[in-house]
């Protein structure tokens, strides 16, 4: 390990039982959000980059996640193995990370990954998978946040240590940190307002959990152990609240971004020029600039696209569904036999038709934003998408009193069987979403995709 990070352990490691059982748990927030963001899960193998003392790793292995992790500080990685005692944590360096190419799913970092560490990006990117998932948060604009007192006592130390602690922060500056994740060659970044507060109970109590921290090593440095401790007492007698805690909310921002996933091919050989193949192709270059992967399987069988979507347009209108109803409809089914694609297509078509949060609402399996129609269309296409054999004559009443007679029941079956059939095809041959039709849709519904698809599936 180079002498920066062992320098770093003196800062981090000297009061680490303190820093893990005080100071830390106040950055639960910021970590269960930004995990929220991730979509962490089962499944998922995740490295958490300046781990410390392995809070945010114990919270990812909570939502099902494998975990690993490393730190600069090897009583920090003490207390995280002593948490965590079958993870892989290690002692190390970030910039030259001890793990294969490809190894990892997601890597976190909490405000442990800097603008002045350029190369730890260079690492994550490297030990994550095809379409991993990155996540890093840094400090906001701290001057402006109502906690900016509790910062304070960090100004103690030499001016050129502090020079230092301000470039470190710039990540979190207007496009700062989208430009340096897209020069480490991130695609689809983007910026979350994340929440940290600390909570003290008393001036004294902050003071002590204040010290544990590298930055407070500094100041004490430069003006000794006692100096500091005063001026931390100074600064939080001022805001002693009675019957509350001392309070420090501090402006947090969060990015998450992906490495560009494997080039998406479908499991076809490319279609022969035809006609009518040229006609779906030209389609979707004149509406979107390229041809989708699913353009690029049915360009085999133009003739019988077109028969399917002819039957899917006549269901609808024998059922009598608006575009937005449809959308209600083509979500729910095909989201629950976990279709990519057409949740993406659907939900940005949605998002058009009714609003952004109606579709964000429905890809996340909601019908609150609904009407009672919809409702009914949403809870009748998850029926017909996971259950179909199991619909009682009670269910079917239910659509009726949205208003559907029964031949228009017996429409908006088919036309749920149908758009499942369509996904089942484009699935079985390995149409996935390109990443140029994920960057067109709304930002909004895009979202609300990565979060309920992390993998990319």
């Given at each position: 390990?180079s002498e920066?990070?062992?320098?770093?352990?003196?800062?981090?490691?000297?009061r680490?039982?303190e820093?893990?059982t005080l100071?830390?748990l106040?950055?639960?927030?910021?970590y269960?959000?930004?995990?929220?963001?991730?979509?962490?899960?089962?499944?998922?193998?995740?490295?958490d980059v300046a781990?410390?003392?392995?809070?945010?790793?114990e919270?990812?292995?909570?939502?099902?996640?494998?975990?690993?992790g490393?730190?600069?500080s090897?009583?920090?990685?003490?207390?995280?193995?002593d948490?965590l005692?079958g993870?892989?944590v290690?002692?190390?360096?970030?910039a030259?990370l001890?793990w294969?190419?490809?190894?990892?799913?997601?890597?976190?970092?909490?405000?442990?990954?800097?603008?002045?560490?350029?190369?730890a990006?260079?690492?994550?990117?490297?030990v994550?998978?095809?379409?991993g998932r990155l996540?890093?948060?840094?400090?906001?604009?701290?001057?402006?946040?109502?906690?900016?007192?509790?910062l304070?006592?960090?100004?103690l130390?030499?001016?050129?240590?502090?020079r230092?602690q301000a470039?470190?922060?710039?990540?979190g500056?207007?496009?700062v940190?989208e430009e340096?994740?897209a020069?480490?060659?991130?695609?689809?970044?983007?910026?979350?307002?994340v929440?940290?507060v600390?909570?003290?109970p008393?001036?004294?109590?902050?003071?002590?959990?204040?010290?544990s921290?590298?930055?407070?090593?500094?100041?004490?440095q430069?003006?000794?152990?006692e100096?500091?401790?005063l001026y931390c007492?100074?600064v939080?007698s001022?805001?002693?609240?009675d019957?509350?805690p001392?309070?420090?909310?501090?402006?947090?921002v969060?990015?998450?971004?992906?490495?560009?996933?494997?080039p998406?091919t479908?499991?076809?050989?490319?279609?022969p020029?035809?006609?009518?193949a040229a006609?779906?192709a030209?389609?979707?270059e004149?509406?979107?600039?390229?041809?989708?992967?699913?353009?690029?399987?049915?360009?085999?069988a133009?003739?019988?696209?077109?028969?399917?979507f002819a039957?899917?347009?006549?269901?609808?209108?024998?059922?009598?569904?608006?575009?937005?109803?449809?959308?209600?409809a083509?979500?729910t089914?095909?989201?629950l036999?976990?279709?990519?694609?057409?949740?993406?297509?659907?939900?940005?078509?949605?998002?058009?038709?009714?609003s952004p949060?109606v579709?964000?609402?429905?890809?996340?399996?909601?019908?609150?934003?609904?009407d009672?129609?919809?409702?009914?269309i949403a809870?009748?296409a998850g029926?017909?998408?996971?259950?179909?054999?199991?619909v009682t004559?009670?269910?079917?009443?239910?659509?009726?009193?949205?208003?559907?007679?029964?031949?228009?029941v017996?429409s908006?079956?088919?036309?749920?069987a149908?758009?499942?059939?369509?996904?089942?095809?484009?699935g079985?041959?390995?149409?996935?979403?390109?990443?140029?039709?994920?960057?067109?849709?709304?930002?909004?519904?895009?979202t609300?995709?990565?979060?309920?698809?992390?993998?990319r599936?």
């Amino acid at each position: 390990m180079s002498e920066q990070w062992l320098t770093v352990d003196e800062g981090w490691g000297r009061r680490a039982v303190e820093f893990a059982t005080l100071l830390e748990l106040g950055a639960c927030r910021e970590y269960v959000a930004m995990h929220q963001h991730l979509g962490l899960g089962s499944g998922d193998h995740v490295l958490d980059v300046a781990c410390g003392s392995g809070l945010a790793l114990e919270l990812a292995s909570a939502r099902g996640a494998t975990v690993s992790g490393i730190d600069a500080s090897p009583r920090l990685v003490e207390i995280a193995r002593d948490r965590l005692p079958g993870a892989d944590v290690r002692a190390g360096d970030m910039a030259a990370l001890p793990w294969g190419d490809h190894t990892f799913d997601a890597v976190t970092s909490f405000r442990g990954v800097w603008a002045t560490t350029p190369e730890a990006l260079a690492e994550a990117h490297r030990v994550l998978r095809p379409g991993g998932r990155l996540s890093v948060t840094t400090w906001g604009h701290v001057k402006a946040s109502p906690g900016m007192w509790a910062l304070t006592p960090f100004a103690l130390a030499a001016d050129p240590k502090v020079r230092v602690q301000a470039e470190m922060k710039a990540l979190g500056r207007p496009g700062v940190g989208e430009e340096v994740l897209a020069a480490a060659r991130f695609v689809g970044v983007r910026r979350h307002s994340v929440p940290f507060v600390w909570e003290f109970p008393d001036p004294e109590t902050f003071a002590r959990m204040l010290a544990s921290t590298g930055p407070a090593y500094e100041a004490i440095q430069a003006v000794g152990e006692e100096e500091f401790h005063l001026y931390c007492i100074e600064v939080a007698s001022a805001r002693v609240r009675d019957g509350l805690p001392l309070r420090a909310e501090i402006d947090c921002v969060g990015f998450t971004a992906l490495v560009p996933p494997a080039p998406t091919t479908v499991h076809l050989d490319a279609a022969p020029t035809t006609a009518a193949a040229a006609t779906l192709a030209t389609e979707d270059e004149d509406d979107l600039g390229f041809v989708t992967n699913a353009t690029r399987v049915w360009m085999h069988a133009p003739a019988a696209f077109e028969a399917l979507f002819a039957l899917i347009g006549s269901s609808a209108h024998g059922a009598a569904m608006t575009v937005a109803e449809r959308g209600v409809a083509t979500i729910t089914a095909t989201r629950l036999v976990g279709d990519t694609y057409c949740p993406l297509a659907w939900g940005d078509k949605l998002a058009g038709f009714a609003s952004p949060d109606v579709a964000v609402s429905v890809m996340g399996g909601s019908d609150e934003l609904l009407d009672d129609r919809s409702r009914a269309i949403a809870a009748w296409a998850g029926k017909v998408a996971t259950a179909p054999q199991a619909v009682t004559a009670s269910d079917v009443r239910a659509v009726r009193a949205a208003g559907f007679d029964d031949a228009q029941v017996l429409s908006l079956t088919v036309f749920v069987a149908l758009r499942l059939a369509f996904s089942t095809v484009n699935g079985a041959l390995g149409a996935r979403p390109e990443q140029a039709y994920v960057d067109h849709v709304d930002p909004a519904v895009r979202t609300a995709w990565e979060q309920a698809f992390p993998a990319r599936a």
